[in-house]
């Protein structure tokens, strides 16, 4: 190992550590909310509900507590086959953790625990699709069987991309129909993993791709659910190791952008990632060491918003999701179509 690649291990270890500290019965602690993208001020559910009802004249109709998307970008994230104990135990957590937030009787995944007004989501569901067959923890007939609901989700009569929510109840049908490019990405690579891609090609997959390559080529912005353009383009660049007519996109998308752009320690990962997925020409050991210098004495990185509400700007963080991106990015490996 070189000196650069000693100090990112010894990084990813002692991250590793402090996210096997924090398990709890539950697992991981979830994401908090917080009414700044920097999460300057995280706050209970409870609080927040109350905060964005005073200051936007939303009720949000629960407590914003208990989300699922940290349990399964985890899965998402770590080793599988790890060689540290602590990895291999954080797993097991983070697996029992997710199989919380399936739908009781359908084949999906929620943001939110089951009784909580919030339904399921395309988003939640193909992230969990793609954490749990990274750890060989989903059954063939089970990947199948959400790969299918994903591709039968109504695209309406303009032939537009799978959308964020499913359309078949009260409660979606009264919000209408919306789009997010992150969840759009996140939906093409949980289709194009083995196992599902016998399903393609599709006319619901083929205008998801054609939305995230419109938005790739427009302004460089976040999106409706995740608020930084580097939550963006990390989502597309993962997508581009499994969708080939992604990857020179991709990739250039990448090249145009410098270690400068990122301001906190989750778009360093985030964007360390992307040039990672992407092969682009960044300077991706600049990035690492960055990323380094910004962990905390406890081995954790501060928390960031990563994604938010729709409706009002209500984000959510913690240092455990941003430690599970750090000590992702600190840790190269190959990506999963090259």
Same mark, same amino acid.
């Given at each position: 190992?070189?000196?650069?690649?000693?100090?990112?291990?010894?990084?990813?270890?002692?991250?590793?550590?402090?996210?096997?500290?924090?398990?709890?019965?539950? #697992?991981?602690?979830?994401? /908090?909310? %917080? !009414?700044?993208?920097?999460?300057?001020?995280? @706050?209970?559910?409870? &609080? +927040?509900? $109350?905060?964005?009802?005073?200051?936007?004249?939303?009720?949000? #109709?629960?407590?914003?507590? /208990?989300? %699922? !998307?940290?349990?399964?970008?985890?899965?998402? @994230?770590?080793?599988? &086959? +790890?060689? $540290?104990?602590?990895?291999?135990?954080?797993?097991?957590?983070?697996?029992?953790?997710?199989? /919380?937030?399936?739908?009781?009787?359908?084949?999906?995944?929620? @943001?939110?625990?089951?009784?909580?007004?919030?339904?399921?989501?395309?988003?939640?569901?193909?992230?969990?699709?793609?954490?749990?067959? /990274?750890?060989?923890?989903?059954?063939?007939?089970?990947?199948?069987?959400?790969?299918?609901?994903?591709?039968?989700?109504?695209?309406?009569?303009?032939?537009?991309?799978?959308?964020?929510?499913?359309?078949?109840?009260?409660?979606?049908?009264?919000?209408?129909?919306?789009?997010?490019?992150?969840?759009?990405?996140?939906?093409?690579?949980?289709?194009?993993?083995?196992?599902?891609?016998?399903?393609?090609?599709?006319?619901?997959?083929?205008?998801?791709?054609?939305?995230?390559?419109?938005?790739?080529?427009?302004?460089?912005?976040?999106?409706?659910?995740?608020?930084?353009?580097?939550?963006?383009?990390?989502?597309?660049?993962?997508?581009?190791?499994?969708?080939?007519?992604?990857?020179?996109?991709?990739?250039?998308?990448?090249?145009?952008?410098?270690?400068?752009?990122?301001?906190?320690?989750?778009?360093?990962?985030?964007?360390?990632?992307?040039?990672?997925?992407?092969?682009?020409?960044?300077?991706?050991?600049?990035?690492?060491?960055?990323?380094?210098?910004?962990?905390?004495?406890?081995?954790?990185?501060?928390?960031?918003?990563?994604?938010?509400?729709?409706?009002?700007?209500?984000?959510?963080?913690?240092?455990?999701?941003?430690?599970?991106?750090?000590?992702?990015?600190?840790?190269?490996?190959?990506?999963?179509?090259?």
């Amino acid at each position: 190992m070189s000196a650069d690649e000693t100090a990112w291990d010894a990084a990813a270890g002692r991250g590793l550590a402090f996210l096997h500290g924090a398990l709890g019965p539950a #697992g991981l602690p979830s994401a /908090r909310p %917080g !009414l700044d993208p920097e999460l300057r001020a995280p @706050l209970t559910g409870a &609080d +927040a509900r $109350r905060r964005v009802l005073v200051k936007h004249g939303v009720d949000l #109709g629960f407590d914003p507590d /208990r989300e %699922g !998307l940290s349990a399964t970008w985890g899965l998402a @994230l770590l080793r599988p &086959d +790890a060689e $540290r104990p602590e990895e291999r135990a954080l797993v097991a957590a983070l697996a029992r953790q997710a199989g /919380r937030y399936r739908h009781p009787w359908r084949p999906r995944y929620r @943001l939110f625990p089951t009784g909580v007004p919030f339904a399921a989501d395309t988003g939640s569901t193909a992230l969990a699709v793609s954490g749990l067959a /990274r750890h060989g923890l989903l059954p063939a007939d089970e990947q199948d069987s959400l790969a299918r609901e994903l591709l039968d989700t109504r695209i309406g009569p303009d032939d537009g991309p799978i959308p964020a929510y499913w359309e078949d109840t009260d409660h979606t049908s009264a919000r209408g129909r919306r789009y997010d490019a992150v969840i759009a990405a996140d939906i093409l690579f949980a289709l194009h993993l083995p196992g599902s891609v016998g399903r393609l090609p599709h006319p619901a997959a083929e205008a998801t791709l054609r939305y995230v390559r419109q938005h790739l080529a427009g302004p460089r912005t976040g999106t409706r659910y995740y608020a930084s353009p580097e939550a963006s383009l990390h989502a597309v660049a993962r997508a581009s190791t499994l969708v080939p007519a992604l990857a020179a996109p991709a990739r250039r998308a990448v090249e145009h952008i410098t270690t400068q752009f990122a301001d906190t320690a989750l778009e360093l990962a985030l964007l360390t990632l992307a040039g990672e997925y992407t092969g682009a020409d960044a300077d991706l050991p600049g990035l690492r060491r960055r990323l380094v210098d910004a962990q905390l004495p406890d081995g954790s990185w501060p928390a960031a918003g990563y994604f938010r509400t729709g409706s009002v700007p209500l984000y959510f963080g913690s240092p455990h999701l941003t430690t599970l991106f750090a000590v992702r990015a600190l840790r190269p490996e190959a990506a999963p179509g090259r």
